[in-house]
Structure formats: C-alpha cells, structure tokens
C-alpha cells in the first residue's frame, strides 16, 4: 500500500494541507504494510491536535490505552504533559500530538527497524503538512531515532537544535517522557523546565527552509535516489546546533 503524496504547494493554503493530512490519516488506518502489527492493534494511532500548531510532539508508539481510544499521549502521563503544557502557556488543543509508529506493538516491546521504515512516510508528511516551528521528540527513543544519536536523554534534554526531518526544517527540542517524570519525582522539574522553553523558541522566526523536496514515495518505498535529509537511515541529517538558545547546546531525551 502506498501512501499518498503529501508534499503540498509552496502556496498551499490551511485548508488544502488539512485535506492532505486528512487523506494521509485514511491511508494510515488502512495499513496492513506490517502484518503483526496490523493484526494486532486494535485502532491506528494516527494523531490528534492542532493541523496548523507550531508545536508538534512525537513519542515511540501508543500504548494500551492510545490503541484502545485512537488517540496519542493518554492517561497519567497524557494528564502531566498536559497541565505542563499549560504552565508553559499552551493548551492540549494548540499543539499536535503523534507518534513514531502508529500502530502498538504486541506487549508494548520496541518497534523494530522494518516497521520504523514502513512508518516513516506518515510522520514525515504529518511533519510537511501541519508545519511545525518547534518539534519535540517525547522520550529516548523518539530523539535517537530522529536525531540518529545514540546520547543519553539527560545529558541532552532541554537543547534545541535546527534540524531536518523528511522535507521540513525545524527546532528540535528533546523532551524526558512524562511516564519517566511519573516514575521519578525529581524528574518533573525538569520536564517543566524544558516545556518552558517553548514560547520563545516558537517565537523565533521559523529556519529556512530546504529547496525543492522530492514527493514522499510513502513507506516502504524509498528507490534511494533522492533521500530526505534527516530521515531514519540517513548518512549525514542535516543539523546545526543553536548555541544562544535557551539552556545552550543541542538535544536529546527520553526515559
């Protein structure tokens, strides 16, 4: 199956990169490109929140609860992230929230490698089409995989640095996992802290954005012959540290 292409105009308005991210999501739920997955889950776990936030947060996969509701980032740790986000002066509603894989793996054990590959294509096109300024990856598999850097979250959470995922150039910022947070008390403020840096790195002017993009083949169908910048896989991601912003050098977290 092949998603369709997300790669909008330069000139595309809200609503028609929401109807791409709309028929993006379709396609997503039809899905059967990882058969144990697909026979598995109860509900594709596409994303939910704000189609045009300036803030979007990816996590690993859903849990049991995010495959029973469909939705990402629930219970206890939904609940944390929430009222943080509020702290900082955002709403649960002003941000988009999803996943790197969308569907939940059996037993909550870690996606593997070729079904990181068949998933790709959708974060990258929900990256293209809601255009984030600032993307926070939740956890320490999240920024390893999107960093492609094997660091340890807490010597790198709280570090933005402008990178390129798929065809979009953002501010990365690595978050710890609030189920991390839950776990270890100590942890929370830290968390918090890290949330506060997101006004005024959505303030900052949005990086410059990369030339001309190829369409996204859709998962599982990379012929290697124009790969995305700071895909899984990648060589050499595009990246640069931001060294004046807030809490100093770049980023990585997660429990």
Known sequence: MRASPVTP??????????????????DARGCVRCPQLAAARTTVVFGAGNPDADVLLVGESPGRGEDRQGLPLLGAAGRLMTDL????????EDVYVTTVL?????SNRDPLAEELANCRAYLHGQIELVRPKVVCTVGSFATKLLREDPAGIRGVRGRPEVRTIGTRTVRLLPLLHPDAALYEGALVELLRADLALLPELVARPAPPQPGPARVDRGPGEDD???VSAGAPGDPSP????????PGGQLGLFGP
Do not use: F, H, I
């Not at 105009?9 to 379709?26: I, K, Q, S, V, Y």
């Open 224 to 226: 290697g012959s124009a």
């Open 85 to 92: 986000l509020g702290e900082a002066g955002l709403r649960r």
């Open 238 to 245: 595009a990246t640069s540290v931001e060294d004046d912003a």
């Open 102 to 106: 969308k569907c939940r793996p059996p």
């Open 9 to 26: 105009a330069p000139t595309a308005t809200a609503a028609e990169r929401r109807a791409l991210l709309g028929r993006l999501r379709d």
